[in-house]
């Protein structure tokens, strides 16, 4: 079965202090990986597509990068705005264009 | 504004009460998704259409939700017989197919249903 694990399910970072999110996935096929950021009450908002290993993708202080079997979002000197659920989905195979999410990982930037 | 559009935001509703949603996904998207999401956890898929045609409908989803898409516009989800673990937020999200794939989905900011 198609599954997405994000990990960890929660980070409390100081202001500053960088860190990586993982997001881990069994696909019969990947067609995209895709990035998204949440805030509380809100829909998701897209940040990233990766579409091949060894791909990487910048915007401000993130960066996400992607391998066969798994991706990370690397957040660098991240400031309390930069606080949110951050969100990894994947599109399965190219006949099947459904897309399905992780749990996400809720990230809190410490003043 | 020519992004994703949900309305309502909010509904509170009586249980067994039949409710609709509406989507209106940005014009030039064929690709329309409805997913569901409860606190803490992501958005769970619930069906997604190419134009008018449904193409596929989680096996999860019950009987009691239907989804249409009548001119490869707009969508509406409707629940009846709500119960109260339909709770959740609704949202919706377009997308372009671009030969055979498609473009990054693009999300609305979701309607909350509280059923009491």
């Known amino acids: 079965e198609d599954q997405v694990t994000q990990s960890p399910e929660a980070l409390r970072l100081q202001e500053g202090e960088s860190s990586s999110l993982n997001c881990s996935y069994t696909?019969?096929?990947?067609?995209?990986l895709f990035w998204y950021r949440q805030d509380p009450g809100k829909g998701p908002e897209f940040l990233f597509t990766?579409?091949?290993a060894g791909e990487e993708k910048e915007k401000e202080r993130l960066k996400a990068t992607l391998t066969k079997k798994e991706s990370f979002l690397h957040i660098t000197a991240p400031k309390p705005e930069d606080s949110a659920t951050y969100l990894c989905?994947?599109?399965?195979?190219?006949?099947?264009?459904?897309?399905?999410f992780g749990k996400g990982t809720r990230l809190h930037i410490l003043p | 504004d020519t992004g994703v559009s949900q309305n309502p935001r909010h509904k509170i509703t009586k249980r067994g009460q039949n409710v609709t949603f509406r989507c209106d996904p940005i014009?030039?998207?064929?690709?329309l998704y409805w997913y569901r999401q409860t606190l803490g956890q992501g958005p769970e898929f619930l069906t997604y259409?190419?134009?008018?045609?449904?193409?596929?409908k989680s096996r999860l989803l019950s009987d009691r939700f239907s989804a249409e898409r009548p001119k490869g516009s707009f969508s509406t989800l409707e629940i009846q017989r709500t119960e109260q673990g339909d709770s959740a937020m609704y949202l919706c999200?377009?997308?372009?197919?671009?030969?055979?794939?498609?473009?990054?989905?693009?999300f609305g900011q979701g309607t909350r249903l509280t059923v009491v």
């Open positions: 999200a377009s997308s372009r197919k671009q030969g055979a794939g498609n473009t990054e989905a693009f």
């Open positions: 696909v019969s096929g990947l067609r995209g």
């Open positions: 990766l579409y091949s």
């Open positions: 989905a994947v599109q399965v195979s190219w006949g099947d264009d459904k897309i399905i």
């Open positions: 014009s030039e998207h064929n690709r």
């Open positions: 259409f190419q134009n008018e045609a449904q193409l596929e």
